[in-house]
């Protein structure tokens, strides 16, 4: 396809091989990388909204950055839950599994399904797929029940003990998500995170303390009664 080696050749000029290292550095894994940062990329894939058919093979080329150009672009009301699979399992980092899950995969049909089951995977970066997507949804979908997230905490209390980093990472994000949407939420939050802490486990333990801390912060406070008044 043509735009795909225009594209390609977009990033080679504007890619800055020292920049590589730095996403190294930062826990970003690559088979093949130019350097373009991440606000170049999004500028640039303004000029590519909803190209379905582009960003499949965009994917399929394997290149860091092409591929943050096919979540970027695509059209969520075209991505299938069997493409959503196929994506995950190409996945190697967590900027790539973070960036595809809350551009694209939460605003898909079956975004809330596919995060309860990539939580069951053993999986580590699938697992995380799975959490980033319901916290995505937590912040993005205002329409969503508030009970959709108090049954979710259910899940994060029971991977709660997983030591991964990148996945107690995202487990601990979606608590402080689920407990920043609002103030009824916020106070099961609480109480999720309390129990956390009660279990026998480091990771327990930390992913407990480091949410309440913020939920107990000035900061949380301000958001939710900025929130709030919004809804009045």
């Known amino acids: 396809m043509k735009e795909v080696e225009e594209l ?49 093979e965009l994917w399929k080329t394997g290149i860091h950055e092409a591929m943050i150009m096919a979540f970027l672009i695509d059209d969520p009301k075209k991505v299938t839950a069997a493409q959503a699979e196929r994506w995950l399992k190409d996945v190697k980092s967590w900027d790539i599994c973070d960036g595809l899950c809350s551009n694209l995969l939460d605003k898909t049909s079956f975004a809330y399904e596919k995060g309860l089951e990539w939580t069951t995977r053993d999986e580590e970066f699938q697992k995380r797929a799975g959490f980033v997507v319901i916290t995505a949804m937590a912040v993005h979908d ?65 992913i407990a303390n480091d949410a309440l801390r913020e939920f107990k912060s000035e900061t949380t406070k301000r958001i939710l009664e900025m929130r709030e008044r919004k809804k009045k």
């Open 142 to 206: 205002k329409k969503l029940s508030d009970d959709i997230f108090i049954d979710f905490l259910k899940v994060i209390y029971n991977n709660s003990t997983d030591e991964r980093n990148f996945v107690r990472k995202a487990v601990n994000w979606s608590l402080r998500t689920i407990g920043k949407r609002n103030k009824n939420l916020h106070s099961y939050a609480v109480r999720a995170a309390e129990q956390i802490r009660e279990i026998d486990s480091k990771t327990s333990k930390w």
């Open 8 to 56: 390609i050749a977009i990033f080679k000029k504007n890619g800055k091989p020292g920049n590589l290292e730095g996403m190294q550095r930062y826990g970003i894994r690559f088979d093949k990388a130019y350097g373009c940062n991440i606000p170049f990329l999004r500028a640039l894939a303004k000029n590519y909204k909803k190209n379905h058919e582009l960003a499949l």
